[in-house]
């Protein structure tokens, strides 16, 4: 990769996390499935906050979790998306430059808040979400800071984002600007449910514009309507330059142009709350990637800062991940 | 005590706080002395806070953070404070009402924003807080609701008030109504920079409206200006009914008409931030005292109480009180 002053520039949903702790009974309740994302009005989210415990708010949203992480481990980092000019957005903004990613989006002046995601944590350490999209989703192609993407080694877009058709208008022309100035792009899958929403486009997508791919098994055997695991890896195998596949417990499986490559997980304290491990991985994965590592060596730096991720409360890793990396893969 | 529908009332300053894990040295930057509180003016907390690391949102507050306790304890409890009609004012709503606390003053619609608590959380787990009050000051007279006070088997105020002139008048009139309806006032003096700046106000109230005296080691010193906790301790003996001291590490020493009652600490696991801890001391003693239980009972569940907030990050318990209680002092 050509020399550029970003090394991952993401843009997703700008959000602000409301973290409560929970009950199995409190999902059913609401019919809601556990360990997915579903979208809900501003009506909803109200009537549902209101019905669940004491919260803690922390800045969320997936790519810029992951843009938290590339910055916490040294990596330049770029963040692009929109949050509305009040409280929860100036946290939001704070957050993430506050650990050393630029971000530059407009706050926006009008029209609805800032997202928030209701996270309901049951006592498994499983994390379901409920996302008012708010501002977020406020964000047309001619907000995108073109040049910033065109300066990144690698374009980071979150799935999630294909849910707002001027945010997935926005997203594709990004990815062509940043080809054409010699970056990569890479996608995460985000959410099974999302991919459901959207399979036929992701698919096209994956073939044609996306040099990385992140997905977990549910998303991956959503996206090609495999019975299994393994057909769904044989589905994607040389679609894009790479595939990493995240398992949770089990690790990561990471299919390139040198096959198949199985990464351990990192066990590193008690399961907390998994909310960030996905965003945590790709960040590692990223840093390792930008700096020109092996891909075993990408893998298990993305399997280290989930590891850390799920030992606490919310997505955004409280743990200083270059000495935890400096500690784990010296 | 009589026969009423609350078990303690509180009345405070209405603050979400940000957590933000910080090195020693920014505590030497701002000039902050560690481990208390100073008061800061919206433009300083902003200047403040830009500095900073990303932080994690909670609702806080001294006695709203008691009054909380109360409430998770199964205690009948009643929180009085302002905040504004914005998102963090939302936020604080929703968490003491969330855990059954009775929260009816009503949001301000005009003036400053809700107060804000920057807690800066060092690695030896001590917390050093900067406050803007903003909303919170604007508690009148005749903004209480004295029907609940009046209500109330116990009143409780935090000597923070003090740093208002307009919540300090609401404050003693309220330890009026309390009394004169045959409830009882407690009063925790907060911070030794607090009782500072108001000493000689502290002293008269402490002889004249205070039932039960939640006070630490600093703060009891410097109340009477003496030269060891010993001698303070023989000072402020027979002021009131009951003086519960705290001394971190060493647990708690309470002077009542039957002597003097030391209570060990509870270690509950590794001191994570030590916010909170004299709230939730006073939420245990209070729910204990309000249950008619002996003066070292109401120590113990103080002491548990504050042995368990200190295993977490922020002021407002993550773990079931109740069982907790039922598990150590069943």
Redesign the interface.
């Known amino acids: 990769m050509s020399n550029k002053p970003f090394d991952v520039v993401g843009i997703g949903n700008a959000i602000v996390d409301?973290l409560v702790?929970t009950d199995d009974d409190v999902l059913d309740n609401h019919a809601l499935t556990k360990g997915t994302m579903a979208l809900v009005t501003e009506e909803q989210a109200e009537r549902l906050?209101?019905s669940?415990?004491?919260?803690?708010?922390?800045?969320g949203g997936s790519a810029a979790n992951t843009l938290?992480g590339v910055a916490q481990l040294g990596g330049r980092a770029g963040f692009i998306g929109r949050v509305r000019d009040?409280?929860?957005g100036a946290?939001f903004a704070?957050?993430?430059r506050?650990?050393g990613a630029r971000f530059d989006t407009p706050a926006a002046s009008s029209g609805p808040?800032?997202a928030r995601c209701l996270i309901l944590v049951t006592p498994d350490a499983q994390r379901t979400m409920c996302t008012y999209l708010g501002a977020s989703v406020q964000l047309h192609p001619n907000d995108l800071d073109l040049e910033m993407v065109a300066q990144a080694r690698m374009l980071y877009l979150e799935g999630y984002l294909w849910d707002s058709d001027d945010a997935k208008a926005a997203f594709i022309a990004a990815a062509e600007v940043a080809r054409a100035h010699g970056g990569e792009v890479a996608l995460s899958l985000s959410d099974a449910f999302c991919v459901e929403r959207h399979r036929e486009s992701f698919q096209e997508l994956v073939d044609g514009h996306v040099d990385v791919l992140f997905a977990n098994e549910m998303e991956i055997t959503s996206l090609y309507k495999a019975n299994s695991f393994e057909e769904a890896a044989d589905q994607v195998r040389g679609r894009c330059k790479v595939v990493a596949l995240t398992r949770s417990e089990e690790g990561s499986v990471i299919l390139n142009g040198s096959g198949t490559h199985r990464i351990e997980p990192y066990k590193l304290g008690p399961l907390v709350d998994t909310t960030g491990a996905g965003d945590l991985y790709a960040a590692g994965f990223l840093v390792g990637y930008t700096q020109g590592q092996s891909i075993e060596a990408c893998g298990r730096l993305g399997s280290l800062c989930a590891g850390q991720v799920v030992t606490q409360?919310?997505p955004?890793p409280?743990a200083d991940l270059r000495q935890l990396r400096a500690t784990h893969l010296g």
Chains 1, 2 share one sequence.
Do not use: F, N
């Not at 669940?52 to 800045?59: I, L, Y």
């Open positions: 409301v702790k906050y209101a669940v415990g004491p919260g803690m708010e922390t800045s938290a009040d409280q929860l946290i704070h957050d993430i506050a650990v808040s800032t409360l919310g955004r409280q």
